[in-house]
């Protein structure tokens, strides 16, 4: 940083923030303050340390960072609008004010900046502006009472979110785990029964093997049978009467199971001259519920897998377990989120994914992604009802990633065209929508990520265009502890 330097009145004047004052004021603003010129990457104010003075840029490139607790490093896109400004901007308020700076200002670029120290700043508002200030004061205390209750809401909405899906994806693999847990217990107190029958009626141990031998061979054979079901329908009838002809009770309530598992006529022989006819009848009932217990196991196994798939996609999608800033395949986000939405998703809407697979990693903010990818998702959902097509598709270009969301609904009128990303502006009736969703996604993309998210629309063929950087930042953001 070099010295100090004067300023002049008339180039103070150029500044939109000094535009309207008298001669008077700007002489005295001139006094107060002094230009200091700042090298590329060099911090004109640093967060946390005493707020001193009210910066403006004169001529350069700054870029706003603020560590946060919640969500790490968020930095604001570099600006070189003169006149912009940073550092102890509410020392008007006094005592009430901060002492110390909320964010880093950085000179992206070489940078002239206007320092004026705070105190001074402060009385100037205090004694030119009075009205002005206490208006300021209200807008200041509402604005972080309103943020605080917006960004609560929000939360609350993802959360909600998270939960509906899960609850309704989660309770058809929950319900058949425990139906079938259920039904384990009473065949494997059967086929204990059973077995103990057959050592009883004085079955050889070979012949018992024989048996055990069948069983493993018809498990490995479990729904492996690539039959239509008019082929699946003669077998079982068929088998059927063979059981019934070697005096197996229930023959027509055994065949179904025991022709899944691929039993034939073959295997019925074998096991008839193996194990002998008078042990016949007992072996198959115990043939035929060993099969269901290995059917029941399977159905659980896929259960608790689909369960396990399940709360890996929400953890992908909460990033509970991720730092905020990281390097992530955009394909697992958008896949985490199409997943959490599945149980809302109407039976006649399809989904179709166009991913460029070549797309590299995105430097982001996951979990923030994921709330856009949310967001957008359903209102797509919302706009198509009952049937529609969702498509989703990525790709890039140089130096972006691009991801596009588009529906088949009935599209955005032009007329409200522009004013969809304004904070609580909705389409949606009273109750049903609140109007932070799409205001919100274009912060995240927008100030978060220094991208780009924009809308194209027509009848039947509406899509919001999201364009995230591929170039990390300067400084990666470090998570936050």
Known sequence: MSSQTSIDIDELRKLFLFERLTDEQLAKLAGSGAVQTYAQDEDIVRQGEPAECFAVLIEGEVQMISETVSAGTVAMPRTSQPGVYGGATSAYLGERAPQTYQHTLRATAPSRIFMLPAKKFAYIVAEWFPMAMHLLDGLLSGGRMQREIIDRRQRL???GTITAGLTHELNNPAAAAVRAVSELRTLLRTSRLQLAQLAQDGIAPDKLRTLVEVQES???ALGRQQRSPMEISDAEEALGEELDEAGVEDAWDLAPSLVNAGFSSDDLRK??????EEHTPAALRWLAD???????LSEVTEATERITSLIRSAKQYSQMDRAPFQMVDVHDLLDST???FRGK???GVTVVTDYDR???LIPCYAGELNQVWTNLMHNALDAMGESGTLTIRTAYDEDEAIVEIG???PGVPEAIRDRIFEPFFTTKTVGEGTGLGLDISYRIVAGRHGGEIKVRSKPGDTWFEVRLPLREPAAVPEPSV
């Open 157 to 159: 909405t993802a959360l």
């Open 218 to 220: 018809c498990t490995e």
């Open 271 to 276: 096991i008839r001259d193996k194990v002998g």
């Open 290 to 296: 060993a099969i269901e217990i290995s059917q029941m």
């Open 338 to 340: 199409v997943a959490i």
């Open 345 to 347: 998703i109407a039976p």
């Open 358 to 360: 070549t797309l590299p």
């Open 407 to 409: 529906d088949t609904g």
